[in-house]
Every structure is written in C-alpha cells, then in structure tokens.
T-cell receptor, first 115, second 111 residues
Framework: GAGVSQSPSNKVTEKGKDVELRCDPI?????LYWYRQSLGQGLEFLIY????????KSGLPSDRFSAERTGGSVSTLTIQRTQQEDSAVYLC?????????????FGEGSRLTVL | QKEVEQDPGPLSVPEGAIVSLNCTYS??????FMWYRQYSRKGPELLMY????GNKEDGRFTAQVDKSSKYISLFIRDSQPSDSATYLC???????????FGAGTTVTVRA
C-alpha cells in the first residue's frame, strides 16, 4: 500500500483479555516503531525494530506487552491480560533512514478501549 | 525533567492570525528538531525539520531553534481553518531512532 496500515482501527475489549494490533509498514522501510498516545499526552515510545530485530524494547510498559516483526515487514504488538490503563491509541511508524534525518511515516493508529 | 516540554494550549485563533507554538528541551547536545502535525483521528505527519539553530521557512510555516535558551518554535502565518490540528515538537535526543515528543498543542483556526 501507499502508507502505513494498521488494524484494527478500533478495538474494545474487556479487562483481562489479550489483544493483537497489527502494523503493515511502507514497503522497503527497514525501521519500524511503535508509540502509544494517551489522551492529552504526547507520543510515548514503546519499541523499535531494525529489520526483524528489536534493539530497543525499553519503552514497553510491562511484561504483558510484547512485539514481533517478521520478514522485515509486518509487526504485531500483543498486550496480554489487558488493563484499563492500557486504553490508548497505539501508533505504528516506519522509516527508510534513521529518525535524525529520516521522516517517520505514521499509520492512523489502533484505538484500544479496555472496559 | 522531560526531554521535551511543550506549551499545552489549546489555542483558538481567527483566520489570518499568526500562530506561535513553543517547546523547550532539556539538553544542549540535542541537534535535530522536528514539528509534526496531527489531524483528528489521524497519525502525525512531519511538517518541518531543522538541524542545530536558526530559522527554516516553508511557505506559511517557520521553524526556529534557539540553542542558547534551548527553545524551539513554530510560527504559522496567515493561518487557515485547514491548519486546525495538534502540533507536536520532537527530537531524537541521544540516539538516532527514538523520538521524544512534546505533549502537543491543539490549534483551532476559526473561519
């Protein structure tokens, strides 16, 4: 596709359930990022992939959060045993170069609501 | 201390006004600064990018970096209703992949 694609766009789940969020980056972009945006907050870095490797997972809030990337393309962010504080918009971005000079292209996000 | 702090807003201005958006950053070693624009229910998109200090102009938009005061600004001239969005400042801080974002300022331009 022309841009970064994320699915689902909206997800409502019950506390304690697991959710999977998918990101399909721009073809050829080697770097992929997950950010979280809570109401009134800036973007919070979660994880960075270069190819299929995740050299920096430091932003993942807890061990309930995990992410993988396969084939240097699609990435999945998994949240296990969801909590109400996990409610946020999860944004995926990809880039060809690094963040210093390369533009990050963001998807429209997956809006997660945990009841 | 957060790496990037942004004036919270929101701002509401009449069409044609100049919009001034501001951020401060914590470390004088930061070199690259970006402004992203985010429309409602959309992902952020890069609006302006500057390196080191000085001004950069792109049409009605001017980005300014003052390294002596660790201050970054975005000015929008002749603002239009289509400029209504949330504006986020960002910097890569100490590595080349992790952007640190301000909280964002929501701007509404009234027709």
């Amino acid at each position: 596709g022309a841009g970064v694609s994320q699915s689902p766009s909206n997800k409502v789940t019950e506390k304690g359930k697991d959710v999977e969020l998918r990101c399909d980056p721009i073809s050829g972009h080697t770097a992929l990022y997950w950010y979280r945006q809570s109401l009134g907050q800036g973007l919070e870095f979660l994880i960075y992939f270069q190819g299929n490797s995740a050299p920096d997972k430091s932003g993942l809030p807890s061990d309930r959060f995990s992410a993988e990337r396969t084939g240097g393309s699609v990435s999945t962010l998994t949240i296990q045993r969801t909590q109400q504080e996990d409610s946020a918009v999860y944004l995926c971005a990809s880039s060809f170069g690094n963040a210093n000079t390369g533009e990050l292209f963001f998807g429209e996000g997956s809006r997660l609501t945990v009841l | 201390q957060k790496e990037v702090e942004q004036d919270p807003g929101p701002l509401s201005v009449p069409e044609g006004a100049i919009v001034s958006l501001n951020c401060t950053y914590s470390n004088s070693a930061f070199q690259y600064f970006m402004w992203y624009r985010q429309y409602s229910r959309k992902g952020p998109e890069l609006l302006m990018y500057t390196y080191s200090s000085g001004n950069k102009e792109d049409g009605r938009f001017t980005a300014q970096v003052d390294k002596s005061s660790k201050y970054i600004s975005l000015f929008i001239r002749d603002s239009q209703p289509s400029d209504s969005a949330t504006y986020l400042c960002a910097t890569p801080t100490f590595n080349d992949y992790k952007l640190s974002f301000g909280a964002g300022t929501t701007v509404t331009v009234r027709a």
